[in-house]
């Protein structure tokens, strides 16, 4: 029994991992609101498959609601934070390259604790019906922050080897 919570872990974390990487790219995404349509794209794609994981049944409507309901129990100020990185590309170049900056990581992050709070709430018995956001407000401020440092390791070590690369 545990050595399948074993399995399943190691499977969210290369969901997960999967998506955040996809959500980074995302972030580059130079045309602001198609990069948060695209975002939520990646996230709720993410939700079905760890739903499938866990054995919770999926719609896009449950996701979607999920993820705003998610989103509307983190607060206005970490909302406005996506919405500010993709809307500040709209300004001809100093825009552009400031939302490239910024939002490749607050994507990334954003995924990462979005899929670390339902595999923990799918793992732990719960559906889409079952959620509730004000129980893993916390959570996800922990999570988030996590997956912030986690995309500027991954950025870092993408730098390292591009380096490397181009010494040899």
Known sequence: MAH???LREEEAARTIHKNV??????????FPVLDMLALTGV???MLAELADLHGVSFSENSGKSAIGALAGGIGPHMLA???VGSLVKSIPLVGTIAGMLTMPVLAGAATYAVGRV???HFASGGTFLTFDPEKVRAYYEEKFAEGKKMVKILREEKKGKRKKHDDD
């Open 21 to 30: 990487l996809w959500c980074v790219g995302i972030g580059f995404i130079p």
């Open 43 to 45: 996230q709720l794609k």
């Open 81 to 83: 934070r996506g919405a």
């Open 118 to 120: 339902f595999h923990r």
């Open 4 to 6: 399948d919570e074993d």
